[in-house]
């Protein structure tokens, strides 16, 4: 079983930045994905980035590439999300997720998640 635990969330005004940190409580699979996750009320969970642990090969969502970098510490076992050029859009509450066994952007295919964290833009 892994836990997983987000940080970073807060509120920041439209054009700010957030870094969004997940600590993960055992050493996470080599050849298995993490990624980011969000869902504003009313909405079904979204895909924002994956990475593939062991290799670092990353892929996002159109709504944020450019904007936002995934990246991971594997000695720390922490998977990070750098915020830039935030919108009021980007508003959501960010989940982290791991032990997806393929490159994938489904929510379904991540065995392990967090308890997500608020991130609110204001305009």
């Known amino acids: 079983q892994v836990q997983l635990v987000e940080s970073g969330g807060g509120l920041v005004q439209a054009g700010g930045s957030l870094r969004l940190s997940c600590a993960a409580s055992?050493?996470?699979?080599?050849?298995?994905?993490m990624g980011w996750f969000r869902q504003s009320p009313g909405k079904e969970r979204e895909f924002v980035a994956r990475?593939?642990?062991?290799?670092?090969?990353?892929y996002y969502a159109d709504s944020v590439k450019g904007r936002f970098t995934i990246s991971s510490d594997v000695a720390k076992n922490t998977l990070y999300l750098q915020m830039n050029s935030l919108k009021p859009e980007d508003t959501a509450v960010y989940y982290c997720?791991?032990?997806?066994?393929?490159?994938?952007?489904?929510?379904?295919?991540?065995?392990?998640w967090g308890q997500g964290t608020q991130v609110t833009v204001s305009s």
């Open positions: 997720a791991a032990g997806a066994p393929m490159s994938t952007t489904r929510a379904s295919d991540y065995r392990y």
């Open positions: 990475i593939w642990w062991s290799i670092g090969y990353t």
């Open positions: 055992t050493r996470t699979a080599g050849n298995s994905y």
